[in-house]
């Protein structure tokens, strides 16, 4: 009961988080009644690819507030965030894969194709549990989140920070990228996991399926806003906006700085990797170049344009930039790194605040004009 | 649960044996500073030096519990490192700092430090400029500082009044909702006096607490210090002379890293190894 | 008395005119003999080459012997053609040519005037063929001619050719070779192969000797014999020839895990200068600016780029286009440079982590520029011939000379960049700035100029790494990518601000590198290197060579 009522004042007190969720919810269901109910021929119809590539969007905006939470707040650049984004892909297409079982080009039951490729005998002991959904959903939050802390805790407890922790970051991704490029890892190398088949049961490629996918994005977007809401309105909220600021003057009034970070750090990593684990099934692979320190940059720069520190401006820059992305992909490939380059400086020579800023600053200007 | 607190307090490991006194990972007990022989800090022949410049000298000083310290010396005579020792920020390449009988401060982080009871002022007011007044103060009082309780904390109404108290102890009353990035100058040094009297710690560094304020301001900084002395302890680093006339009864002279004399404010005005520092060469 | 004079001086004249004459004569029979011994060479040369045409392999074999007789320097060519196969005569004429094979047919090339004869198809020519004894003939041949060469290096060359295909035939050649022979090494190369002869004898004090003797050879083929000699030792249950093979060989094992980790340990110093020269540049603008320019491994790339356009632009002088690529990779980066740091980065002083994206930003745009402007594709850059190639060193190490140049030019590189702030007012200037920009623009500094220009000296810096690049990898829009993050590591982990210590972290990431390569293969070692970076980060977040005290704190 006092958890509604928390939940209820949470979105009460959030102007913007209120538009946010309701258009979510509007969204979640409008899409599906579209893409199911209305006939094709119609023009209101949403095509099941227009459907997953709005899923993909939405895991896409989750990763960006995750990485919004520790950049915008706790001001930590990751440069990797791609890295617990791909995991709880990796654990999710570890799942998918096994539920192929022996439909797979060699039949094996209990190999995936690549390993039969590769003539292995048995499945490596971390494949282990990946065909049970349970384990495989918690591998999804652990994994990723683990690495956090394991990093989190020697980075932050020897005070890296700023570009340095930057840059070790993006060493980081890296570093995982070229050891999943590698068969010997057993994750599939260079094509990584695809040719999936279903998940729980279901038909991946079944436009039911795509809807209910999307469905759960939304929720899943919708959730991990309330969540990083209700930390940053926590105390442990202003902590970490404190260390943000003044991280010195914050650990001189008593606070254990290091565990903030490292909290902070393992929550972000651990909703990157539910994004990631959406994202899978619906795009229907998952390799090494999602680890690519190319990605983790342009996630940074989706946070900067919608306007950091705000979890809506994250949300808002992600769906913007990757639209932007698909139609310049789409229309004028060679425009696109020129496009993405160039809103990189102009979004830190003009935008400091992002989108969301530029938006508050007219309308205080506004308000203020009419007030006189 | 009473005979259970007393074997608590007897096997507190610092009461019991020394040896015991485990580094690092010391057990706090807030409140318990043992100053049973008087003296609440204990600096011993600290040496700190950077790159072959030595900031503090074979630095030996006494702070007994209660008592308003002022310490003055010219630039560069090692007050700062001084402070970033006590706190743990710099570590000492030899020496000890001792805070009351049994915390070795040099083998403390900085927020063990500080949650045991010690608070500082910076020299250039650091504030947290985003958020309110009043979370500043907030932020700062007297609680259990770990992740998990922070996560959950609901402000008391007692806590709520403390905050306003102190808001009107350092006349911010007004500015309890602004961000404190928008005060001025002088606002930003109470605000930060604020927080120390919030944290409540048994010992204050306060470092250049009046620069850049009015007359005004001075007199009333000068006051709430003073009245801070008795229930604190408080150690104050200034270059302003008139303010520390008007508030030591003991002063410090610290140069080139180590006490050059200490005594009340006429004997060192007038010990001429001070005159030499201050105006010959 | 005039005309005395000049009669008696005329009459001198005459008497000079005739000694000169007598010497012009003696000049003239003498270029007459020669150029009748060397018509007389000539012809034998052209006949014994007819003689190649006929299908007798003793004629042959006589036409060959006459060949070898010659002298002639165009002997030299024929006869390996001969005997790889690729000496052909024209049906037609019985010219006799060289051929290569082309797209289109057959190229074919004189052998008396060495001029192209064009392309023709393979029903036109014909092959000149050889049997087994003439194949031995001809590599006998070749191999005497070599060693009678009167340069030692293809002396030597032929006596190594010699011992990878040794047979008891040589013995009497190899013997009378170390009669005549002056130059060591070739001496030394005699000696081996005398010794590898010796060591198939039956007589059993002169197999030990030499058994002992080959200890100290490095050649392969000498090992290799041996591990021969020890396994018919075993059989033959030879205890005295089994512990003295068995010791040779260990001495060869032992000076070749030695020359190996010589190897190695070159390798990574040649790859720490690649690092170095990826990371120096970035040392100056990241360390003593504190700018973080992520764009600096496209500055790399145009850096090896321009050597690509400075190559087609003098295209008949490829030998010296490293030469002018250098100073204008240095020039255009640079100028790349100052419009960056002008353009934007100057108004990021002080907020590093937007400079971070702000550059990265600027990286895409130049990766996209090069891939619109020339090609996504990978462009071929030519390597000059005194750059291929490699040093003997002895015939288990030898050094390659793009490597030797590299680890030279980047230590160049370095002293000079060390200079430049040492010595010069800009280094000066640049110093003061990074130590104290207020102060330093109160003492009437133009911080703004040298912010520019420093940045400018990074970038050029990039430019110069990235030649060498253009030397060693392919020169493709992602040649930056691909070594920013170790430019990067190679920084951090020396400790930002401090030159020595990037050319300490570069070399010992180098040669690290490298001596696990072996171990866990080139990518594992990368990946372990990074982990290794990654930790040693958390315990020295400042790197090797730290900056204490108050300077660093801010």
């Known amino acids: 009961m006092s958890f509604t009522h928390e939940l209820i004042k949470l979105v009460q007190q959030d102007r913007v988080g209120k538009y946010l969720l309701s258009s979510l919810l509007a969204v979640s269901i409008m899409v599906p009644v579209l893409n199911l109910l209305v006939p094709e021929s119609s023009s209101l119809h949403v095509s099941t690819y227009v459907v997953t590539l709005l899923g993909k969007y939405l895991c896409y905006a989750l990763l960006a507030i995750a990485l919004d939470l520790v950049w915008g707040y706790g001001g930590i650049l990751s440069l990797g965030h791609g890295v617990f984004f791909a995991l709880g892909g990796y654990a999710m297409g570890m799942y998918l894969m096994r539920q192929v079982g022996d439909r797979g080009v060699y039949g094996n039951p209990e190999l995936p194709d690549f390993m039969v490729f590769l003539d292995w005998q048995e499945l490596p002991w971390y494949w282990l549990g990946f065909d049970q959904f349970w384990f495989s959903a918690l591998m999804i939050i652990l994994v990723p989140g683990l690495l956090a802390f394991i990093f989190g805790w020697l980075a932050f407890r020897s005070r890296v920070t700023g570009v340095y922790l930057s840059i070790i970051t993006q060493a980081l991704t890296f570093a995982f990228m070229l050891a999943f490029f590698r068969n010997e890892m057993g994750f599939g190398g260079n094509n990584g996991l695809t040719d999936f088949k279903d998940i729980l049961g279901f038909d991946i490629q079944h436009g039911g399926t795509r809807n209910v996918l999307f469905v759960v994005s939304a929720l899943a977007l919708a959730v991990g806003y309330l969540l990083c809401r209700y930390i940053v309105n926590s105390k442990f909220g202003r902590v970490v906006v404190a260390i943000r600021d003044a991280e010195d003057r914050t650990r001189f009034i008593g606070y254990k700085v290091e565990s903030y970070k490292l909290w902070l750090f393992v929550i972000s990593a651990m909703m990157a990797g539910i994004a990631g684990a959406l994202y899978v099934p619906q795009v229907g692979i998952i390799n090494p170049g999602e680890f690519s320190p190319l990605n983790s940059i342009e996630l940074v720069v989706w946070v900067a344009v919608g306007g950091r520190g705000t979890l809506y401006g994250a949300i808002v820059g992600a769906l913007l930039v990757n639209f932007a992305k698909t139609f310049f992909t789409g229309a004028l490939p060679e425009v696109w790194l020129f496009a993405l380059g160039g809103l990189f400086v102009v979004v830190t020579l003009f935008l400091p605040q992002g989108l969301v800023g530029l938006y508050q600053q007219t309308r205080e200007k506004y308000l203020a004009r009419r007030a006189v | 649960m009473k005979t259970l607190d007393q074997i608590k307090q007897t096997m507190r490991r610092d009461r019991v044996f020394d040896f015991m006194v485990s580094t690092g990972t010391h057990p706090v007990h807030r409140g318990e500073i043992d100053t049973s022989h008087g003296p609440i800090l204990y600096v011993e022949n600290i040496n700190v030096s950077f790159d072959g410049f030595k900031a503090l000298n074979d630095l030996t000083l006494y702070i007994d519990d209660g008592e308003l310290r002022c310490i003055i010396g010219p630039n560069g005579a090692g007050k700062t490192t001084m402070m970033d020792v006590l706190t743990g920020k710099t570590r000492p390449d030899s020496g000890t700092a001792y805070f009351g009988q049994s915390m070795d401060l040099t083998r403390m982080t900085e927020h063990e430090i500080a949650s045991s009871g010690i608070g500082r002022k910076f020299q250039k007011p650091t504030i947290f400029p985003e958020h309110t007044v009043f979370e500043n103060l907030e932020l700062a009082m007297n609680m259990d500082k770990g992740v998990w309780a922070s996560l959950q904390f609901k402000l008391t109404g007692e806590q709520k009044t403390r905050i306003e108290e102190v808001m009107q102890t350092i006349n911010l009353v007004q500015q309890c909702h602004t961000a404190a990035g928008r005060l001025s100058h002088g606002q930003k040094q109470w605000l930060e006096i604020g927080m120390l009297i919030t944290q409540e710690p048994r010992l204050l560094l306060v470092d250049e607490p009046v620069a850049g304020m009015t007359h005004q301001e001075i007199e009333h900084t000068a006051e709430l210090l003073t009245g801070l002395a008795g229930k604190h302890s408080v150690v104050v680093v200034e270059h302003d002379m008139d303010f520390i006339r008007s508030i030591a009864k003991k002063v410090t002279v610290l140069h080139e890293g180590h006490v050059l004399a200490e005594g009340d404010m006429d004997t060192i005005q007038n010990d001429p190894r001070v005159i030499e520092v201050y105006l010959g060469e | ?554």
């Open chain 3, 1 to 554: 008395m005039c005309i005395h004079h000049t009669v008696h001086a005329s009459y001198r004249n005459m008497k000079m005119l005739a000694v000169m004459f007598k010497i012009l004569l003696f000049i003239g029979s003498l270029v007459s003999y020669t150029a009748a011994m060397a018509a007389q060479a000539e012809d034998d040369f052209v006949s014994g080459l007819t003689q190649l045409t006929q299908s007798d392999f003793d004629v042959k074999e006589q036409a060959i012997k006459q060949l070898a007789e010659t002298d002639d320097e165009r002997v030299g060519k024929v006869l390996p053609a001969m005997l790889s196969g690729s000496l052909y005569y024209v049906k037609a004429d019985k010219t006799i040519v060289y051929i290569k094979k082309t797209d289109d047919g057959y190229a074919l090339t004189s052998v008396l005037e060495n001029t192209s004869l064009g392309v023709v198809s393979k029903r036109k020519i014909k092959k000149i063929t050889v049997n087994n004894k003439l194949r031995k003939q001809l590599s006998g041949l070749i191999a005497q001619r070599g060693m009678t060469h009167h340069d030692p290096a293809v002396r030597l060359a032929s006596v190594k050719n010699m011992i990878s295909q040794l047979s008891q035939a040589d013995r009497e050649n190899i013997q009378t070779q170390l009669g005549k022979e002056q130059h060591k090494d070739v001496i030394a190369a005699l000696n081996v192969a005398l010794a590898m002869l010796d060591a198939e004898h039956t007589d059993k004090q002169k197999q030990l000797a030499a058994v002992k003797l080959l200890a100290e050879s490095n050649y392969p083929e000498s090992r290799n014999l041996l591990k021969e000699i020890l396994i018919q030792a075993k059989a033959a249950d030879d205890t005295t020839l089994i512990n003295q093979v068995s010791m040779s060989l260990e001495k060869i094992q032992v000076r070749a895990e030695r020359y190996q980790t010589i190897e190695t340990v070159f390798f990574g110093v040649s790859l720490g200068s690649v690092l170095l020269l990826a990371a120096i540049g970035l040392a100056i603008t990241f360390g003593v600016m504190g700018v973080i320019n992520m764009a600096h491994g496209e500055l790399m790339m145009i850096g090896a780029y321009t050597t690509y356009v400075v190559q087609l632009l003098m295209p008949n002088h490829i030998e010296w286009s490293l030469l002018v690529a250098i100073p204008s990779a240095f020039v255009v980066a640079g100028l790349f440079g100052v419009a960056i740091e002008r353009g934007v980065i100057r108004f990021l002083y002080g907020r590093p982590l937007e400079t971070l994206l702000a550059t990265f930003g600027i990286s895409l745009i130049l990766q996209q520029l090069v891939r619109s402007v020339f090609s996504p594709l990978n462009r071929a850059v030519i390597t000059p011939d005194w750059m291929s190639g490699s040093w003997q060193i002895n015939a288990l190490l030898s050094l390659t000379y793009n490597r030797l140049y590299i680890i030279v030019f980047s230590l160049l590189v370095f002293v000079g960049l060390l200079m430049i702030l040492k010595k010069t007012s800009l280094g000066l200037h640049v110093r003061a700035v990074s130590q104290n920009r207020t102060m330093a623009r109160a003492m009437g500094i133009r911080t703004e100029w040298v912010d520019a220009m420093t940045f400018g000296l990074g970038s050029g810096i990039a430019g110069i790494a990235g030649v060498a690049l253009s030397q060693l990898t392919n020169v493709g829009p992602n040649l930056g990518q691909s070594y920013i993050i170790d430019s990067f590591m190679v920084v951090v982990f020396g400790g930002v601000g401090n030159l020595w210590g990037t050319l300490v972290a570069a070399m010992s990431l180098g040669i690290a590198n490298k001596f696990m390569e072996p171990w866990v293969g080139a990518v594992l070692a990368k990946i372990f290197i990074l982990v290794f970076i990654i930790l040693f980060i958390q315990k020295r977040p400042r790197g090797l060579f730290p900056q204490k005290g108050r300077a660093a704190e801010n």
